[in-house]
T-cell receptor, first 114, second 112 residues
Framework: KAGVTQTPRYLIKTRGQQVTLSCSPI?????VSWYQQTPGQGLQFLFE???????NKGNFPGRFSGRQFSNSRSEMNVSTLELGDSALYLC?????????????FGPGTRLTVT | TQLLEQSPQFLSIQEGENLTVYCNSS?????LQWYRQEPGEGPVLLVT?????EVKKLKRLTFQFGDARKDSSLHITAAQPGDTGLYLC????????????FGRGTSLIVHP
């Protein structure tokens, strides 16, 4: 099976702009989660989507939003970018029943805000 | 407050040495995962442990889940430069949530 893919891999934006990141999960995986990774805070959970519905949400401001499409592909959007939003954004997919919490990650999108 | 504490934060060793990294919490987890992440890439799942006291081996890597399911360790025997990376532990199942909580990781460098 093909792994999780994310596009774009690298992005440079200016403060105040908005950005949309895309994620295609492993075929058959219906749960998609997004994480922000920074050297200072580590991996932090943003939100999880399942069957086009946001099922869980982390402690991030409303500028961070996401959605999931009927084919399980997901996008996340960050509006009014701030310098502190510079990070590696990781998408992870999971099988339908995932009580063990296992995550299969994509390569990430490196966002730099200047 | 970090739910999962990993130690040491950094580790720099020579090829052939053994090492152990730790993942500790005051919370009980239903399961715990270990991942390895290389620079510029996403974490790759290495193992999942679910039973207290469980030991799993993956070639030169040995993973152990504490009896009380609050802590875990990863032991690498005869480390190789290819083992270099960030090792992350993640616990799930606290308070009924299956969303994993990640530790901040142990950055390992193995010098040839």
């Amino acid at each position: 099976k093909a792994g999780v893919t994310q596009t774009p891999r690298y992005l440079i934006k200016t403060r105040g702009q908005q950005v949309t990141l895309s994620c295609s999960p492993i075929s058959g995986h219906r749960s998609v989660s997004w994480y922000q990774q920074t050297p200072g805070q580590g991996l932090q959970f943003l939100f999880e989507y399942f069957s086009e519905t946001q099922r869980n949400k982390g402690n991030f401001p409303g500028r961070f939003s996401g959605r999931q499409f009927s084919n399980s592909r997901s996008e996340m959007n960050v509006s009014t970018l701030e310098l502190g939003d510079s990070a590696l954004y990781l998408c992870a997919s999971s099988p339908r029943t995932n009580l063990a919490g296992e995550q299969y990650f994509g390569p990430g999108t490196r966002l730099t805000v200047t | 407050t970090q739910l999962l504490e990993q130690s040491p934060q950094f580790l720099s060793i020579q090829e052939g040495e053994n090492l152990t990294v730790y993942c500790n919490s005051s919370s009980v987890f239903s399961s715990l995962q270990w991942y390895r992440q290389e620079p510029g890439e996403g974490p790759v799942l290495l193992v999942t442990v679910v039973t207290g006291g469980e030991v799993k081996k993956l070639k030169r890597l040995t993973f152990q889940f504490g009896d009380a399911r609050k802590d875990s360790s990863l032991h690498i025997t005869a480390a190789q430069p290819g083992d270099t990376g960030l090792y992350l532990c993640a616990g799930a199942g606290t308070g009924g949530s299956y969303i994993p909580t990640f530790g901040r990781g142990t950055s390992l460098i193995v010098h040839p």
